[in-house]
């Protein structure tokens, strides 16, 4: 080799040769070493699994490829527990795919959204035509608390506010016009404000205003103009690094808001326009794909790229629906339901199946998707093989007793287990699973936010630490009991302080105590209860709650099992809410004045009858009442006949010149005789 080597680099391209010859040598070397490295973590993950199984945790590992370009390792147990770890194609290539996928959506919405006036005509036209000329406008729903207020604005525009400081701020300008309409305002927009911008009740942090200004009285020479044509939403994200709150606070209320404000199936079209100062590469912003088609349009990131530009809005909403949330965080006192959720339980389910429909229509898309093991565990099976899902934690709060309490959920129902954490197992996976499961076990905390994707009649167990009373903590049993959502709801809580881990230690917003003195140290520990308390640092609470628990396993089958026995009554639970129905006016009213016999003496009476109204045989209807009104007094009579004999003597002596009779139809149950539900029942029936 080294003689043919020496022999082609003589002459004029020996130096060239040469240099072609190193490299090949050092290619070589590179490539032999990462064969070396690859084998070297490839034998290291066989000694962690060949561990495994000699211990008896583990019988058979699996890796897969999926068509993605990603590998799925699916790890059973010797009881058919599933347990997956993934790397993902983005995980495998880097981010590159990824980046690619999100430029593709990001480049098709501003095709479809956005149109860039490219011209100084185009501006001057713009500014002159619609800002100067038609104005800005506004109308409300006329509601005097801020926190019901909703607003539609048009034309009206955004814009960065300098700062000297790095953060972004940003100015909503209202233009005065020759066809400028103000209607339903409140008495004043600065007490506190116009609208909020999100499902929170009474935080001055999200409010929104705007400024009154007129065209032309400002210079918009140099400014790059963008008009978006979409009807649009603004919204603040409350606390989007974590489910509940994602879900809850701000993927609800937009599907609410925007299902209240755009008709039929349109209103996914809208665009989420974001207005917080919050980070713009969280994973939860993915899930704003189920509220609207576009990617949200987060201002804080444009402005940060584009600081010189002036954002117009054909039409932007303010203010956002609260019917859909159930939920207070004890802000301003301490947490627990909100007083009215008519709404909210058809709302969860309704949003439920919009996510659902778009998931399955994702999956339908893929070509060639190979599915996650995962989820054929629960695809095509029947009811009796549905599994029980642990909805388990990965950094604290840990059920510690875990793989005994799954063998023993197992054993006693005899069908799959499915271990589910938020963060390995992805959204999608996540509702695919729950969607077909028996029930949910797990320790309190925001991924119980998940159960929503349950069926009806499904189960769901929350587990509380030592000291922490399940009676004050109760956003999930809330969910469960709405009406129309259809869970078996039961919680349990550890009473034994033996059975659980502290960590003293650990950060202060982790529970952590060791920053506070002795004396406070020891009061936190002796507190038997942690007491009702607002949100959100209350040390006691973030102590306690922090706890790693070893549960009672026989308490917990036990509640599985009386919950199952429960399922059949909240199956065909009806979804339909119970708003106020109003039953039609009776019809064929008459009165008449008669003599009848009452025990053998002949008693003058007023006899009101009347036929039963248009809708009375949907509208319950629990009695009706007949008023009579003269100049001198009232009387009410109730009745649940169709007449009623008035033998007051006040009311026979009245001349029928001085009486006036009105007959009211009372419907005290808010509901509908016959529910879809009946009706369905009796389709299958026949």
Same mark, same amino acid.
């Given at each position: 080799?080294?003689?043919?080597?020496?022999?082609?680099?003589?002459?004029?391209?020996?130096?060239?040769?040469?240099?072609?010859?190193?490299?090949?040598?050092?290619?070589?070397?590179?490539?032999?070493?990462?064969?070396?490295?690859?084998?070297?973590?490839?034998?290291?993950?066989?000694?962690?699994?060949?561990?495994?199984?000699?211990?008896?945790?583990?019988?058979?590992?699996?890796?897969?490829?999926?068509?993605?370009?990603?590998?799925?390792?699916?790890?059973?147990?010797?009881?058919?527990?599933?347990?997956?770890?993934?790397?993902?194609?983005?995980?495998?290539?880097?981010?590159?795919?990824?980046?690619?996928?999100?430029?593709?959506?990001?480049?098709?919405?501003? @095709? /479809?959204?956005?149109?860039? $006036?490219?011209?100084?005509?185009?501006?001057?036209?713009?500014?002159?035509?619609?800002?100067?000329?038609?104005?800005?406008?506004?109308?409300?729903?006329?509601?005097?608390?801020?926190?019901?207020?909703?607003?539609?604005?048009?034309?009206?525009?955004?814009?960065?506010?300098?700062?000297?400081?790095?953060?972004?701020?940003?100015?909503?300008?209202?233009?005065?016009?020759?066809?400028?309409?103000?209607? &339903?305002?409140?008495?004043?927009?600065?007490?506190?404000?116009?609208?909020?911008?999100?499902?929170?009740?009474?935080? &001055?942090?999200?409010?929104?205003?705007?400024?009154?200004?007129?065209?032309?009285?400002?210079?918009?020479?140099?400014? /790059?103009?963008?008009?978006?044509?979409?009807?649009?939403?603004?919204?603040?994200?409350?606390?989007?690094?974590?489910?509940?709150?994602?879900?809850?606070?701000?993927?609800?209320?937009?599907?609410?808001?925007?299902?209240?404000?755009?008709?039929?199936?349109?209103?996914?079209?809208?665009?989420?326009?974001?207005?917080?100062?919050?980070?713009?590469?969280?994973?939860?912003?993915?899930?704003?794909? *189920?509220?609207?088609?576009?990617?949200?349009?987060?201002?804080?990131?444009?402005?940060?790229?584009?600081?010189?530009?002036?954002?117009?809005?054909?039409?932007?909403?303010? #203010?956002?629906?609260?019917?859909?949330?159930?939920?207070?965080?004890?802000?301003?006192?301490?947490?627990?339901?909100?007083?009215?959720?008519?709404?909210?339980?058809?709302?969860?389910?309704?949003?439920?199946?919009?996510?659902?429909?778009?998931?399955?229509?994702?999956?339908?898309?893929?070509?060639?998707?190979?599915?996650?093991?995962?989820?054929?565990?629960?695809?095509?099976?029947?009811?009796?093989?549905?599994?029980?899902?642990?909805?388990?934690?990965?950094? /604290?709060?840990?059920?510690?007793?875990?793989?005994?309490?799954?063998?023993?959920?197992?054993?006693?129902?005899?069908?799959?287990?499915?271990?589910?954490?938020?963060?390995?197992?992805?959204?999608?996976?996540?509702?695919?699973?729950?969607?077909?499961?028996?029930?949910?076990?797990?320790?309190?905390?925001?991924?119980?936010?998940?159960?929503?994707? $349950?069926?009806?009649?499904?189960?769901?167990?929350?587990?509380?630490?030592?000291?922490?009373?399940?009676?004050?903590?109760?956003? *999930?049993?809330?969910?469960?009991?709405?009406? #129309?959502?259809?869970?078996?709801?039961?919680?349990?809580? @550890?009473?034994?302080?033996?059975?659980?881990?502290?960590?003293?230690?650990?950060?202060?917003?982790?529970?952590?105590?060791?920053?506070?003195?002795?004396?406070?140290?020891?009061?936190?520990?002796?507190?038997?209860? =942690?007491?009702?308390?607002?949100?959100?640092? /209350?040390?006691?609470?973030? *102590?306690?709650?922090?706890?790693?628990?070893?549960?009672?396993?026989?308490?917990?089958?036990?509640?599985?099992?009386?919950?199952?026995?429960?399922?059949?009554?909240?199956?065909?639970?009806?979804?339909?809410?119970?708003?106020?129905?109003?039953?039609?006016?009776?019809?064929?009213?008459?009165?008449?004045?008669?003599?009848?016999?009452?025990?053998?003496?002949?008693?003058?009476?007023?006899?009101?009858?009347?036929?039963? #109204?248009?809708?009375?045989?949907?509208?319950?209807?629990?009695?009706?009442?007949?008023? =009579?009104?003269?100049?001198?007094?009232?009387?009410?009579?109730?009745?649940?006949?169709? *007449?009623?004999?008035?033998?007051?003597?006040?009311?026979?002596?009245?001349?029928?010149?001085?009486?006036?009779?009105? =007959?009211?139809?009372?419907?005290?149950?808010?509901?509908?005789?016959?529910? $879809?539900? &009946?009706?369905?029942?009796?389709?299958?029936?026949?």
């Amino acid at each position: 080799m080294r003689s043919v080597c020496t022999s082609l680099c003589r002459g004029r391209g020996g130096v060239v040769c040469l240099f072609v010859v190193v490299c090949f040598f050092v290619t070589q070397v590179l490539f032999v070493f990462e064969i070396m490295v690859s084998e070297h973590e490839v034998g290291k993950q066989a000694k962690r699994e060949s561990a495994l199984i000699q211990s008896g945790d583990l019988y058979a590992v699996v890796h897969e490829e999926r068509e993605d370009g990603g590998e799925e390792i699916v790890i059973e147990d010797e009881d058919g527990f599933v347990a997956i770890s993934r790397q993902s194609k983005e995980d495998i290539h880097g981010k590159e795919y990824k980046q690619n996928r999100v430029e593709k959506k990001k480049k098709s919405t501003e @095709n /479809n959204v956005f149109i860039r $006036l490219e011209t100084e005509t185009d501006k001057r036209a713009f500014v002159q035509k619609t800002l100067n000329g038609k104005g800005s406008s506004v109308v409300c729903n006329g509601h005097e608390d801020i926190n019901y207020r909703r607003c539609r604005l048009k034309r009206v525009c955004a814009e960065q506010i300098p700062s000297s400081n790095k953060h972004i701020y940003t100015r909503y300008l209202f233009f005065h016009g020759e066809q400028t309409i103000a209607s &339903n305002l409140p008495t004043s927009r600065s007490e506190p404000a116009l609208a909020s911008l999100t499902s929170a009740f009474n935080h &001055n942090v999200y409010y929104f205003n705007y400024e009154d200004v007129f065209a032309k009285t400002l210079d918009f020479s140099g400014k /790059n103009i963008t008009v978006i044509k979409t009807p649009s939403l603004l919204f603040h994200r409350f606390k989007p690094d974590n489910i509940m709150h994602v879900i809850h606070d701000d993927l609800l209320p937009i599907y609410a808001s925007l299902t209240e404000t755009i008709e039929g199936n349109d209103w996914k079209d809208a665009l989420v326009v974001i207005s917080d100062p919050f980070s713009t590469e969280l994973k939860s912003q993915e899930l704003f794909q *189920y509220v609207s088609n576009h990617n949200p349009l987060f201002l804080k990131k444009h402005f940060h790229d584009h600081p010189n530009e002036l954002i117009c809005f054909d039409t932007l909403h303010v #203010g956002v629906s609260k019917r859909s949330v159930w939920y207070d965080y004890g802000f301003f006192q301490p947490q627990g339901p909100l007083p009215e959720t008519v709404e909210s339980g058809r709302d969860v389910r309704l949003f439920a199946d919009v996510v659902r429909r778009s998931i399955a229509t994702q999956q339908h898309n893929e070509v060639k998707r190979q599915p996650s093991s995962i989820s054929r565990v629960v695809v095509g099976i029947h009811d009796e093989m549905s599994p029980i899902v642990i909805l388990s934690r990965a950094k /604290n709060r840990f059920i510690l007793n875990e793989v005994e309490l799954r063998r023993a959920l197992k054993r006693d129902f005899r069908g799959p287990v499915v271990v589910v954490q938020m963060e390995t197992h992805p959204f999608e996976e996540q509702v695919r699973v729950l969607s077909k499961a028996k029930g949910v076990v797990g320790m309190h905390g925001s991924i119980l936010i998940m159960a929503m994707f $349950l069926p009806r009649g499904a189960f769901v167990i929350e587990l509380f630490p030592f000291a922490v009373p399940p009676e004050n903590y109760t956003p *999930y049993k809330t969910m469960a009991n709405l009406k #129309g959502v259809g869970l078996v709801y039961y919680s349990w809580v @550890n009473t034994i302080s033996a059975r659980t881990i502290t960590h003293d230690d650990w950060d202060p917003q982790l529970g952590g105590i060791t920053h506070l003195t002795p004396a406070e140290q020891q009061k936190i520990r002796d507190t038997p209860s =942690v007491p009702h308390h607002k949100c959100c640092v /209350n040390p006691v609470w973030l *102590y306690r709650i922090y706890q790693d628990t070893i549960v009672d396993i026989y308490e917990i089958v036990a509640l599985a099992r009386k919950a199952v026995g429960k399922r059949t009554s909240f199956v065909n639970e009806s979804p339909m809410v119970a708003y106020p129905l109003a039953p039609s006016e009776v019809e064929a009213l008459f009165c008449v004045r008669r003599a009848v016999n009452v025990e053998g003496t002949p008693t003058k009476v007023v006899h009101v009858g009347w036929d039963v #109204g248009y809708n009375w045989g949907s509208v319950a209807v629990s009695h009706v009442e007949v008023w =009579v009104d003269s100049q001198q007094f009232k009387r009410v009579f109730k009745t649940s006949d169709i *007449y009623v004999t008035i033998q007051d003597e006040d009311v026979l002596q009245l001349d029928e010149k001085d009486i006036r009779f009105w =007959v009211r139809p009372m419907s005290s149950i808010k509901a509908i005789k016959h529910t $879809l539900i &009946n009706e369905e029942e009796e389709e299958e029936e026949e």
